[in-house]
């Protein structure tokens, strides 16, 4: 049962801008942890995305950036193309449960 | 290139044990904290453990607290996961992540780069 809740999917035309919330509580995101970001691709293994709420690793286009306020992260994925089409989880730490936790994960469909 | 090749998944009765094995090579093993995380089919993420670079910090969910133990050899640049009393509910594919730090339990690590994953499958 994850901590952090995520919209199940999202979706937009190509060159649109898409955004995927985060929600999580005082205890993860609130206490003022990092979020991070993976997207994971069809049939392949989960991929950084964002990383300490806002950073992009290198080779991560910069249609893709995040942010972070209060109990809550956010994902935008601007120019929206059709290699978009994955999962994109958040993850961050809960002190409650001193440990890792992940969102439920949004799917994001380019129609 | 950082590369993590997990192995040891298969078809395994409930009650029974099974060893997964992450083999990691392209970096200094033993500078960074590894972690284990799996999905269970058409589910999400769900992160099972992780141990420091020296083995002196381990973590677990509480969903295998008791049940898993997690360990690593620097030596042989490797990652391993002793799961006992398997359930049903741990059928998932198993992933081996890289932390970017040499610590666990820390409020900010990520997990990058992550490997290809071994199925488990927990039935009778």
């Known amino acids: 049962q994850s901590v952090l809740t995520q919209p199940p999917s999202v979706s937009g035309a190509p060159g649109q801008r898409v955004t995927i919330s985060c929600t999580g509580s005082?205890?993860?995101?609130?206490?003022?942890?990092?979020v991070h970001w993976y997207q994971q691709l069809p049939g392949t293994a989960p991929k950084l995305l964002i990383y300490?709420?806002?950073n992009r690793p290198s080779g991560v286009p910069d249609r893709f950036s995040g942010s972070k306020s209060g109990t809550s992260a956010s994902l935008a994925i601007s120019g929206l193309q059709a290699e978009d089409e994955a999962d994109y989880y958040c993850?961050?730490?809960?002190?409650?449960?001193?440990?890792?936790?992940f969102g439920t994960g949004t799917k994001v469909t380019v129609l | 290139e950082v590369q993590l090749v997990e192995s040891g998944g298969g078809l395994v009765q409930p009650g029974r044990s099974l060893r997964l094995s992450c083999a990691a090579s392209g970096f200094t093993f033993d500078d960074y904290a590894m972690h284990w995380v799996r999905q269970a089919p058409g589910k999400g993420l769900e992160w099972v453990s992780g141990i420091s670079w020296n083995s002196g910090s381990i973590g677990y969910a509480d969903s295998v607290k008791g049940r898993f133990t997690i360990s690593r050899d620097n030596a042989k640049n490797s990652l391993y996961l002793q799961m006992n009393s398997l359930r049903a509910e741990d059928t998932a594919l198993y992933y081996c992540?890289?932390?970017?730090?040499?610590?666990?339990?820390?409020?900010?690590?990520?997990?990058?780069?992550w490997g290809q994953g071994t199925l488990v499958t927990v039935s009778s």
């Open positions: 300490g709420n806002s």
């Open positions: 005082s205890s993860n995101i609130g206490a003022g942890y990092d």
């Open positions: 992540a890289k932390d970017v730090y040499p610590m666990v339990r820390g409020p900010y690590n990520w997990f990058d780069p």
């Open positions: 993850q961050s730490y809960d002190s409650s449960l001193s440990g890792y936790v």
